[in-house]
């Protein structure tokens, strides 16, 4: 056994393949740059549930189910129970996200993805005092998502980019938060339990919580100049490089470049992806120098974090937004183990005292 069962097989799955040597990520017979630029969340979530929700509306009538989805969690949840202002924005669509009954079946299903659209936007406008904006069922996730945000129609190319960011993130082989959600619905549970397993796993900084201090880390770097003696302390403190390092990918995480392409597209600040690169270039050659060992390349939340911070979302809500598109991810995971219908109950090897009596 190896620890954090690094070697393990645990589920067999149609879903996602990461391939770590080549740097491949393959969803559903798609390769990531087939779909990341070129899909919307509706078409990635029909994507990933096909054969999985027999009844999920296709096509256009996804976008409608789903907007209603969203107008009934706003009307049930946001505007009729007391908001956990002081909580974190993940926190608070964790509690809100709990407030949905358990279960399975396409009604379910259809809340959860629709779940953090609704609420990271409405936990971030309510924590500053203002009010939530009520969804345009009419409008397509992203930019609805976008629209409640701000409270003013984005545009076509901010869209866009959120869309590519969804399909980025929304599978990614038996990452921990997927881990956890296929645990929780192997005990058949319910999709709402499952999907709060996977917002618990997905929170944690050495997963989906790495892109809020990437901000920061390039807030106190503030110029190229500074980025190597700032990177190095950091370094010599012990720190972990946030944006670095993958477990499964020994090469550079395709899922970067794309982010980093939609990053180019939507015009974002020159200077501050200027900076960014600079960080990039010399935290890759510091790793080199010293861990040779190791092959620690850029990871996505190095460029999740320019990216959702362009689209105005706060650091501080990013795994929000990652949880948005990867709930497609953990209900897809979710409906593949209850249909394998096996209980996932590993063994551990006990290396405590033995009681007396036993001796
Ligand atoms: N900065 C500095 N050193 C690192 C980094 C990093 N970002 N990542 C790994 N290392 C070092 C470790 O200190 C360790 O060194 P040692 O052998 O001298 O003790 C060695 O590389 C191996 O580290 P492990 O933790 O065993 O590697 P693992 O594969 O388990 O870690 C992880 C993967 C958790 C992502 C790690 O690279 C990390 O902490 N990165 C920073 C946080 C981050 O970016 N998280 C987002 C990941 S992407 C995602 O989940 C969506």
Redesign the pocket.
């Known amino acids: 056994m190896s620890d954090?069962l690094e070697d393990v097989v645990a589920a067999h799955t149609v879903l996602s393949e990461v391939d770590g040597a080549a740097g491949r990520l393959v969803i559903r017979g798609h390769s990531l740059d087939e779909l990341a630029g070129h899909t919307s969340f509706e078409e990635m979530a029909a994507l990933m549930l096909d054969g999985f929700v027999p009844d999920l509306p296709r096509q256009k009538q996804l976008q409608v189910a789903l907007g209603e989805a969203r107008k009934e969690l706003f009307e049930t949840i946001v505007k009729r129970e007391a908001a956990p202002v002081t909580l974190s924005p993940v926190e608070m669509v964790r509690a809100m996200t709990a407030l949905i009954p358990d279960g399975e079946g396409t009604r379910v299903v259809l809340k959860l993805l629709a779940a953090p659209a609704v609420f990271t936007p409405a936990a971030l406008r309510l924590r500053r005092g203002l009010a939530p904006v009520p969804p345009d069922p009419s409008l397509p996730q992203a930019a609805d998502t976008l629209r409640m945000l701000t409270g003013a129609a984005p545009t076509t190319q901010q869209a866009a980019a959120l869309d590519t960011y969804l399909v980025t993130v929304a599978d990614?082989g038996l990452?921990a938060s997927t881990f956890a959600a296929r645990v929780v619905a192997s005990t058949r549970a319910g999709l709402v339990s499952a999907v709060l397993a996977g917002i618990g796993a997905l929170q944690g900084?050495?997963?989906?919580g790495?892109p809020g201090p990437v901000i920061e880390m390039l807030d106190a770097i503030g110029t190229p100049e500074n980025a190597r003696a700032w990177l190095e302390a950091a370094?010599d403190r012990g720190d972990?490089?946030?944006?670095?390092?993958?477990?499964i990918y020994r090469v550079r995480d395709p899922r970067a470049d794309a982010l980093k392409g939609a990053l180019r597209r939507l015009g974002a600040d020159a200077g501050r992806l200027g900076l960014a690169e600079a960080v990039e270039q010399a935290a890759l050659a510091i790793?080199r120098e010293r861990?040779p060992n190791?092959t620690?390349e850029t990871?996505?939340?190095f460029y999740t974090a320019l990216l959702l911070e362009a689209l105005g979302f706060t650091p501080d809500s990013f795994t929000c937004v990652f949880a948005l598109g990867r709930t497609t991810g953990w209900l897809a995971h979710a409906q593949e183990q209850i249909a394998g219908g096996k209980l996932i109950r590993p063994q551990s090897v006990y290396v405590g005292p033995q009681s007396r009596q036993a001796a």
Do not use: I, S, T, Y
């Open positions: 954090g990614h990452n900084p050495l997963h989906g790495a370094l972990r490089l946030m944006g670095f390092g993958h477990r790793l861990k190791r620690l990871n996505v939340e």
